[in-house]
């Protein structure tokens, strides 16, 4: 019980904060690290980020996942942690911002919270939600997690396991 409330509490300053994101910055350029409660905004519009685009183009979400989502995700908040310095992240995260587009999710519905190289941010945040790899996306209904899927490398399925949790729990 005590995981839910939290998770409200984390999903209602991520609503509340689009514009006042709290967060850390470390390293610089090509190593800058965002710990903390991060916006999609600022991976797209920071130069340190470059991945960022070049990891969208060429992505096209599969059309099945597109309309499950569609159907089954407009009462759905994503919770994400991932990090900036991280491959994978670098990877999935765009991605997943596509994936979200496509469904016609609103930005309200994901809340990002970026890690440091030790998995920790703000809060103790990680920790409490007990987050050991990144990305992981905890799927969230009503406050409470409904779903999670760590993704494991690059070439993951993290779309697919999204999507069978929506089939699974929806």
């Given amino acids: 019980m005590k995981h839910i409330f939290l998770v409200a509490i984390i999903i209602g300053v991520g609503i ?12 610089a350029g ?8 991060i916006s999609r ?5 920071d130069t340190a980020f470059k ?5 969208r183009s060429g992505y ?7 309309a499950l989502l569609r159907t089954k995700g407009a009462h759905l908040q994503f919770l994400v942690f991932g990090a900036t310095w991280n491959n994978d992240s ?9 994936l979200i587009d496509a469904a016609s999710l609103g930005e309200d519905q994901v809340t990002l919270i970026g890690v440091d190289r030790d998995k920790k941010t703000v809060n103790h945040l990680s920790e409490i939600m007990h ?10 209904n009503n406050g409470q997690e409904v779903g999670r899927v760590m993704a494991k490398g690059k070439d993951s399925e993290w779309d697919k396991e999204i999507a ?3 089939n699974e729990k929806f």
């Fill in 60 to 66: 096209t979400p599969a059309a099945e996942e597109v």
């Fill in 90 to 98: 670098q990877q999935i995260l765009p991605r997943f911002f596509s």
């Fill in 164 to 166: 069978a949790v929506l």
């Fill in 131 to 140: 987050i050991s790899q990144v990305p992981t996306f905890i799927i969230m």
């Fill in 41 to 45: 905004d600022m991976l797209e519009t």
């Fill in 16 to 27: 509340l904060t689009r514009a006042q994101t709290e967060y850390e910055v470390s390293g």
């Fill in 51 to 55: 991945w960022f685009q070049d990891n």
């Fill in 30 to 37: 090509a190593n800058k690290i965002l710990k903390g409660l």
